[in-house]
């Protein structure tokens, strides 16, 4: 090899090796340093962007599981308060069949009343339970559906029963006969908002159920609050139609009055000119005329002829007189005429005033009128959907196996899609919400007889009322994709949509042996209602802590699959950044020989 000084190849590649030795060991040491082969996109561009989106994935679904938890949290929440309104109204009901026990006087069921008022309030207590702000099971959570009405079915009677069926026909499922008699007592006890009806039925040969549940809506109609309330609401808008349309029929009086006393004002007023100049000129022609006739009898009185008065009266004042007079009579003979004349056409205008006046009122109190006739019936017909609606319940018309129309719009079948009979509120909505109803049938003694009462008494509620409702159902995001939520929507809890309490504050009464008898039913469908929304909160849970538990191992999976990719062999890389380590070393030792060989050169400069 040449001995050269301005170019040392040896050193020049020596130091190109060590470079090359120096980043394979830089890139060793952050391998080893941060335990992962893929630092960088340089490193594996593909492997790289495949890495990261797990990555993200990891996160997206841990993500996913901290919402799942959270929404496990809150259902427990909501479970806490459903379960503690459901040992409320397993203590009420108990309550309530202690006072349905006749070894209680008025005043221990009135002492147990105020237990079951208390009660109740803290159901309502228990509906407003929050998490994070948010109210549960106060009915602000539903999904979107439409109102409701309350349906009662009875899948003891015969399937072929109606509600023209008459009562002594009844007959169980398997078609044996119930034997109610003639001289048996139906008594019919239901509740709505709160408040308990009962009615005893007569039963004879021509008895039916629909007769007989259609007499015992009597008490509602008598006495149901909404019922008054609807004839004062028909009251008050019937006096303020007529009010409405008494003053408007005033006004147009008023208007047409005053149109007439403007009418014989400008009528006046157009003619007083002509009548004043007209009277001037009277006036004055009488009082020439009358001096003249004095000048003229005076003349007479002294013994001059007419003929010779009329020549003494063309000379002196007898002339100033008579010329004067005969002007005063063409001026009053001008004004009468023009008197006339402007008198007709006043009048005529006077006469058109007062007919279009006429007419305008006439149309304004025509107006009043229909107003008054669309209001009366309005009102009429608002106070005949009113008394509709407030007839507590109907019997289905058909014996089918459907049941009623859900909050979603679904038809609901019978459980055993057999047919059945239901009775059903008679509007939608937790007004008109039917909370119980109970039959009892006692025969000529006054005993009980409870093989009929246990088949004609098993009412059970197939569709609950609710009022309509928008969609505020509680969505958790526990997917990593968009849209992949579980939507959860929770029912009203509250008193009142248990059928425990009326919107005006009237709660379940105990304070007789009917009504106590008649709640005991009421309570079995409100713990009814809080079982079947217990059940679905329950469901929801498990299913949440399913889709946890699917989550933690999806992510456990990718995060595998990523290490896999991208975590470094620590042996491996160990033994390559020793290797490197060891050539950077050689490396700098061969430059520093190979900078020192150059020096040789000296040697033969001297």
Known sequence: MAMVVKNNMSAVQTLGTLNKNSSALAKSLQKVSSGMKINSAADDASGYAISERMRVMVRSLDQADANTQNGV?????????????????????????????????????????????????????????????????????????????????NQSL?????????????????????????????????????????????????????????????????????????????????????????????????????????????????????????????????????????????????GFTPDEANTQMQHGAGSTYNSNYISASTLYSTSLSNYTSTEASAAAVRASSEVSALTVKNSAVAVARSTLTVALSTAASTLADSVGELIPYKLSVDTGNVVGIGASGDTVYTANRENAITISSGSAGLQYQLSGITFSVKDSKGQVKKSVNSVLDNFTESVRAFNKSNDNAINLQVGTKANQTIRIGLTDMRSEALGLKSSTGITLGVGTQKQANAA????????????????????????????????VISSENVQASESTMRDANMAKEMTEYTKNNILMQAAQAMLAQANQSSSNVLSLLQ
């Open 73 to 153: 949290s809150l259902m427990k929440v909501a479970e806490g308060a459903v379960s503690s309104t459901v040992d409320i109204l397993r203590t009420m009901k108990e309550k309530a069949i202690n006072a349905a026990n006749d070894s209680n006087t008025d005043a221990d069921r009135a002492t147990i009343q105020k237990e079951i008022d208390q009660s109740i309030d803290q159901i309502d207590d228990n509906a407003n339970v929050t998490y994070n702000g948010k109210s549960l099971v106060d009915g602000s959570k539903m999904t979107e559906g439409t109102a409701t009405k309350t349906s009662m079915t």
């Open 158 to 302: 015969h399937k072929d029963t109606l509600g023209a069926t008459r009562i002594v026909d009844l007959q169980n499922r398997n078609g044996e006969s119930l034997n109610i008699q003639t001289t048996d007592t139906l008594t019919i006890s239901y509740v709505i908002q709160g408040e308990t009806y009962s009615f005893d039925v007569d039963i004879t040969d021509t008895t039916t159920l629909d007769s007989a549940l259609q007499d015992a809506s009597e008490p509602y109609t008598r006495n149901n609050p909404m019922m008054r309330a609807a004839y004062a609401q028909y009251d008050a808008s019937t006096t303020a139609a007529n009010s409405t349309y008494n003053s408007s029929v005033g006004v147009a009086n008023s208007t047409y009055s005053t149109a007439l006393t403007n009418a014989t004002a400008n009528y006046n007023g157009s003619i007083q000119n002509t009548l004043s100049t007209m009277n001037s000129a009277s006036t004055n022609a009488i009082y020439y005329k009358s001096l003249y006739d004095s000048v003229y009898q005076s003349y007479v009185n002294r």
């Open 520 to 551: 005991v039913n009421v309570l079995d469908n409100a713990i009814q209602k809080a079982l079947d929304q217990q059940t679905d909160i329950g469901s929801i849970e498990a299913r949440l802590e399913m889709t946890s538990s699917n989550l």
